[in-house]
């Protein structure tokens, strides 16, 4: 029987109790203010992170897991006798897969494999369950891997952020910069499409925003079965938990929560952002 080793990163958003229940890695992404370097999910947690940045004339900045810290996790899971799949924010996001295979040459004895998510948040973070059950059951590297490349496919994030100034300010805004310009009553909705953050259009107030939201997360899912389903939010919990009962009603998900949008993902989203991540059909 093989052992498999699944390693993510900090902005997969994964609930502690799964984190255990599948014995992840989480690898965590840098959030640097001034001359202060915090691990992000470790050192900073986001509600104080959130607070903290409404409130702050400074910004912050984000760095990619190390490679130290690849090199170390895959050395300790190596020596414990694992294979080791990483599974990992979007290269167009970040370079946090360039760490990943800086780290891999630099521990020859083990055998790595690293999959683009194309993806982040917890739709990063359910390819990352399905893989990690996958591996549970003593399934090989290999048929991981293939999972995790298949999930790619099944998985969508759709949001809506409070204002595009810290999209703007971080430049990671891709299409939605043909926004900038707008008026403030104008809410956009962005998605992660083809690994980038790109525009999909502008709706009025808040409340229509979000019900659109759920009516382009049903598009994409398309009828296909099981939905597994994530309000994710940056210090926005009431606007989450409206969203996500809005969408249990229309696309019937076996799995639902609630997630905080992680620190390294909140510098560039700001606070206020709240959204649908998902998968479907697997």
Same mark, same amino acid.
């Given at each position: 029987m093989?052992k498999v080793?699944?390693?993510?990163?900090s902005t997969?958003?994964i609930?502690?109790?799964?984190?255990?229940?599948?014995?992840?890695?989480?690898?965590p992404?840098m959030?640097?203010w001034?001359?202060e370097?915090?691990?992000?999910?470790i050192d900073?947690? &986001?509600t104080?992170?959130y607070?903290?940045l409404?409130a702050s004339?400074?910004?912050?900045?984000?760095?990619?897991?190390t490679?130290a810290?690849?090199?170390?996790?895959?050395e300790?899971l190596?020596g414990?006798?694992?294979?080791?799949l990483?599974?990992?924010?979007?290269?167009?996001l970040?370079g946090?897969?360039?760490s990943?295979?800086?780290? =891999?040459?630099?521990?020859?004895?083990?055998?790595v494999e690293?999959v683009?998510s194309?993806?982040?948040?917890m739709?990063?973070g359910f390819q990352v369950?399905?893989?990690?059950?996958?591996?549970?059951?003593g399934?090989?590297?290999?048929?991981? =891997?293939?999972?995790?490349?298949?999930?790619v496919?099944?998985? #969508?994030?759709?949001?809506? &952020?409070e204002t595009?100034?810290y999209?703007?300010r971080?430049?990671?805004?891709?299409?939605g910069?043909k926004?900038?310009?707008?008026?403030l009553n104008i =809410?956009p909705i962005?998605?992660v499409?083809d690994?980038?953050?790109?525009?999909?259009?502008?709706?009025?107030?808040? =409340?229509?925003?979000l019900?659109?939201?759920?009516e382009?997360a049903a598009?994409?899912v398309?009828?296909r079965?099981?939905?597994?389903?994530?309000?994710v939010h940056?210090?926005?919990?009431?606007?989450?938990?409206?969203l996500l009962?809005e969408?249990?009603k229309v696309?019937k998900?076996?799995?639902a929560?609630i997630?905080?949008?992680s &620190?390294?993902i909140?510098t560039?989203?700001?606070?206020g952002?709240? #959204?649908?991540a998902?998968?479907?059909?697997?």
């Amino acid at each position: 029987m093989s052992k498999v080793a699944i390693i993510t990163d900090s902005t997969s958003t994964i609930p502690k109790n799964l984190i255990d229940q599948y014995q992840l890695t989480i690898m965590p992404q840098m959030v640097i203010w001034g001359e202060e370097a915090q691990r992000d999910g470790i050192d900073v947690q &986001p509600t104080a992170f959130y607070q903290r940045l409404a409130a702050s004339k400074v910004s912050p900045t984000t760095s990619q897991a190390t490679v130290a810290s690849f090199k170390e996790a895959y050395e300790k899971l190596h020596g414990e006798g694992y294979e080791i799949l990483c599974v990992l924010i979007s290269n167009k996001l970040s370079g946090t897969i360039s760490s990943a295979i800086q780290a =891999k040459e630099m521990v020859p004895g083990a055998k790595v494999e690293i999959v683009d998510s194309l993806s982040v948040a917890m739709a990063l973070g359910f390819q990352v369950l399905e893989v990690a059950k996958l591996a549970q059951t003593g399934a090989s590297l290999a048929q991981c =891997k293939a999972l995790a490349e298949k999930a790619v496919s099944h998985t #969508g994030v759709i949001i809506t &952020p409070e204002t595009l100034e810290y999209l703007h300010r971080g430049g990671r805004i891709g299409g939605g910069a043909k926004f900038l310009a707008t008026a403030l009553n104008i =809410k956009p909705i962005l998605e992660v499409k083809d690994g980038r953050l790109e525009a999909v259009e502008r709706v009025r107030t808040r =409340k229509k925003v979000l019900a659109r939201i759920v009516e382009l997360a049903a598009e994409q899912v398309a009828g296909r079965t099981p939905v597994r389903l994530s309000a994710v939010h940056a210090n926005s919990p009431e606007d989450a938990q409206f969203l996500l009962d809005e969408a249990k009603k229309v696309l019937k998900p076996v799995e639902a929560l609630i997630t905080e949008v992680s &620190p390294a993902i909140g510098t560039h989203t700001g606070p206020g952002t709240v #959204g649908l991540a998902f998968m479907a059909g697997m």
